[in-house]
């Protein structure tokens, strides 16, 4: 029955599986909480050197411009 039910869902899109056995509850429930982490914590801090690869559009769009629209007073 699990077999079959498996198949119409892969037929219409599904990602299914059919398993057997039993499994602790950190594998069923995907409880990763005590693992470490492979890759590196601390990132370095970026925020003040200057970014070399700026072009004149960014620049350009980092400028204030004055604004156009000027509010009409006692309206």
Same mark, same amino acid.
């Given at each position: &029955?699990? *077999?079959? +039910? !498996? /198949? +119409? +869902? *892969?037929? !219409?899109?599904? =990602? @299914?599986?059919?398993?057997?056995?039993? @499994?602790?509850? #950190? *594998?069923?429930?995907?409880? #990763? @909480? +005590? &693992?470490? !982490? %492979?890759? %590196? *914590?601390? &990132? %370095?801090?970026? #925020?003040?050197? $200057? =970014?070399?690869?700026? =072009?004149?559009? $960014?620049?350009?769009? /980092?400028?204030?411009? %004055?604004s156009l629209i000027t509010p009409i007073e006692?309206?």
């Amino acid at each position: &029955m699990g *077999i079959v +039910l !498996c /198949s +119409l +869902l *892969i037929g !219409c899109g599904y =990602d @299914a599986y059919c398993v057997y056995g039993t @499994a602790p509850k #950190e *594998i069923t429930t995907k409880d #990763e @909480a +005590l &693992m470490e !982490c %492979p890759f %590196p *914590i601390e &990132m %370095p801090d970026n #925020e003040d050197e $200057e =970014d070399p690869e700026v =072009d004149k559009d $960014e620049e350009q769009m /980092s400028e204030k411009k %004055p604004s156009l629209i000027t509010p009409i007073e006692d309206f």
